[in-house]
């Protein structure tokens, strides 16, 4: 399961600023992990992934770290818009699951201008 | 349009009666999968396939059933054995069963008992 110490269910920044989402994945042995964005009533949209051979990704305007020494996955937005307000999964795969994704609880993300 | 396709978007269903979700993909992606969210929480998965005429139970499959005859297609049953069903089901695919990348989502059908 997650770390409550490391994930945070909500939250809120202002427009302009950069924001960080954590997630604790749960499996050591996971090798790779992905980034969605779910606003309310959708399906989840791909935002960027990351193989367990890199520890960092960059897409347009986020950055993906990894650090597997204590199993911690975060998402970096830079200049975070309103756009940007939704619920952020991450979710990791193991061999156990084939190629199944599995996710952690999320965080709401509220962007205010 | 290359995509899924979830149907019906809203599902009503009285206690004790089996309902079929829909879902179709033209991507022509081999593996599928569905998974189950409640308000609030994250996606918990029910099944996947990862090629025609095989599938594999996910961690809340009890009270589900699935079948892949077409490698486009991915019903899911939800049956009278499910004590709660009531939640939002997301159908997904990806493109390589052997390679991991990213899953492409439906966009959902919110299924309530009444």
């Known amino acids: 399961g997650e770390s409550v110490g490391l994930h945070l269910p909500t939250l809120s920044v202002q427009e302009g600023d950069n924001s960080i989402i954590n997630c604790a994945y749960s499996?050591?042995?996971?090798?790779?992990f992905i980034w969605y964005k779910q606003e309310s009533g959708k399906g989840p949209q791909f935002i960027i992934d990351?193989?367990?051979?890199?520890d960092k990704r960059q897409g347009q305007r986020v950055t993906v770290l990894l650090n597997k020494t204590v199993k911690h996955l975060s998402l970096q937005i830079a200049a975070t818009q309103p756009g940007d307000s939704a619920v952020y999964f991450c979710a990791e795969n193991y061999a156990q699951a084939g190629t199944a994704l599995i996710f952690g609880k999320g965080t709401t993300l509220s962007v205010s201008s | 349009d290359g995509g899924i396709t979830q149907s019906p978007k809203y599902l009503f269903r009285k206690e004790g009666q089996n309902v079929t979700l829909s879902c179709e993909q033209n991507?022509?992606?081999?593996?599928m999968y569905w998974y189950r969210q409640d308000p609030g929480q994250g996606l918990r998965l029910i099944y996947y396939s990862q090629i025609v005429n095989d599938f594999q139970k996910g961690d809340i499959a009890e009270g589900y059933s699935v079948s892949r005859e077409k490698k486009e297609s991915f019903p899911l049953t939800v049956t009278s054995a499910q004590k709660n069903p009531t939640a939002f089901y997301l159908c997904a695919s990806s493109m390589n069963p052997e390679v991991n990348t990213e899953a492409f989502f439906g966009q959902g059908t919110r299924l309530t008992v009444v």
């Open positions: 991507l022509n992606h081999d593996a």
């Open positions: 499996n050591s042995a996971s090798d790779y």
């Open positions: 990351i193989r367990s051979n890199m």
